[in-house]
């Protein structure tokens, strides 16, 4: 009796693929969790760090204009971003850098206009081991995509042999192809806060909860730099909010699902067996 996933009735296959994508998906997550690199305990965080590392550069960004807001130098202007209403204000580049803005600022205007600074801050984190350089980020990649490239050869092995002995192999190919996209989505959505990194900034979280539920003006800054523009709903500055959600590009997340089954008279019996409709 030939034994081995040549013995397998296509629809068989489908299952085992289905279960096998799946478990390929956790130990992605594994392999990612495992390679991250330890870091450091480098001190105290800024409030800039803070933004940056639980929200990257947008969140640095945001933690910038939230401070400038509650210290009333930029004021909301409708849906399309603010004003600059107090030129000579800002205690940081960052700041000063919008500040000097003139017209209506948008939040594409702030990014970029703090932009260099965001560089500097992400060389800090660097060199205080809370965030992956290049080199350490790719090895990560590598990992997190080793176990979807090898199912997927598995996959395209069983379809070629499929397709040979024309057997239709429709369903594999779409899976196949969902493999292809959530192996490309593996590949390139790295987060590169080290182990060290992410303990920072969730002590910070843990040890600042009450900024989550009630802010008090002199602690937007940090409140947004932890939690997002969300923590000023409810507040005063939730203008602030409104018009970020409407200027954004911020998308949520994403869910793959697919469906197979068994298309008849191509899929039976003992050999290899093509998958699809």
């Known amino acids: ?65 939230a401070r400038l807001l509650a210290g009333g130098s930029i ?19 960052a700041e000063r850098a919008i500040t000097r803005q003139a017209g209506i600022v ?32 790719w090895q990560v990649r590598l990992f997190q995509v080793l176990p979807f490239a090898l199912l997927f050869a598995l996959g395209l092995f069983r379809q070629q042999a499929g397709a040979a002995q024309g057997a ?13 996209l959530i192996g490309l989505f593996r590949l390139f959505a790295v987060d590169r806060r080290t182990k060290a990194g992410k303990a920072v900034l969730g002590g910070a979280m843990q040890g600042n909860d009450r900024l989550r539920r009630a802010p008090q003006e002199h602690e937007m800054g940090s409140a947004v730099a932890l939690f997002g523009t969300g923590v000023l709903v409810g507040t005063p500055f939730v203008a602030m909010h409104t018009m970020r959600q409407a200027s954004s590009g911020d998308g949520g997340g994403s869910s793959d699902s697919s469906s197979s089954s068994d298309g008849g008279s191509g899929c039976g019996g003992g050999g290899c067996g093509g998958c699809g409709g």
């Open 1 to 65: 009796m030939t034994l081995g996933l040549s013995a397998l009735s296509g629809s068989t296959f489908l299952l085992l693929y289905i279960a096998l994508l799946a478990a390929a998906l956790g130990l992605s997550l594994m392999l990612g969790a495992w390679m991250r690199a330890e870091g450091d305990d480098a001190g105290t965080p800024s409030e800039e760090e803070l933004a940056f590392l639980s929200g990257g550069k947008q969140r640095f960004t945001e933690a910038i204009i």
């Open 75 to 93: 004021e909301v202007s409708g849906e399309k971003g603010f004003v600059v209403t107090r030129s000579d204000a800002g205690t940081t580049s």
């Open 106 to 137: 948008t939040w594409q205007d702030a990014a970029k206009a703090t932009a260099q600074d965001a560089d500097s801050v992400l060389e800090r984190l660097e060199t205080k081991g809370w965030w992956m350089g290049d080199g350490a980020a």
């Open 168 to 180: 239709p192999t429709g369903y594999l190919i779409g899976l196949l192809a969902l493999t292809a």
